[in-house]
Nanobody, 123 residues
Framework: VQLQASGGGSVQAGGSLRLACAAS????????MGWFRQAPGKEREFVAR????????YYEDSVKGRFTISRGNAENTVYLQMNSLKSDDTAVYYC?????????????????WGQGTLVTVSS
């Protein structure tokens, strides 16, 4: 398995969760990493990405200021810290890897996908 996501669960609105995506070393050190999500009845959408070096991050507007993406180099793991969760954040979250940066917002340019992890936020 190249990407292994974990950390989903159920939380009340206003709460926090941290997702983790364990990657193979070959992917972790050579690819930009990110997260997408798919809410019930909706298409999968971009959430956040972090450059291969960890120096640059980018967020979808609705999660700015609430979510933080980071790299844990010792664990070859990318994290998504999600605070102030809202019911609209309910979705299956997927980690992803891409050699592209700007186009990484488009799922067609994802090179690797992890399995999804479900986040349910109740109001």
């Amino acid at each position: 398995v190249q990407l292994q996501a974990s950390g989903g669960g159920s939380v009340q609105a206003g709460g926090s969760l941290r997702l983790a995506c364990a990657a193979s070393a070959q992917i972790f050190y050579n690819y930009n990493m990110g997260w997408f999500r798919q809410a019930p009845g909706k298409e999968r959408e971009f959430v956040a990405r972090i450059s291969w070096s960890g120096g640059v991050t980018y967020y979808e507007d609705s999660v700015k200021g609430r979510f933080t993406i980071s790299r844990g180099n010792a664990e070859n793991t990318v994290y998504l810290q999600m605070n102030s969760l809202k019911s609209d954040d309910t979705a299956v979250y997927y980690c992803a890897a891409s050699r592209r940066w700007t186009m990484f917002q488009t799922e067609n340019f994802v090179d690797y996908w992890g399995q999804g992890t479900l986040v349910t936020v109740s109001s």
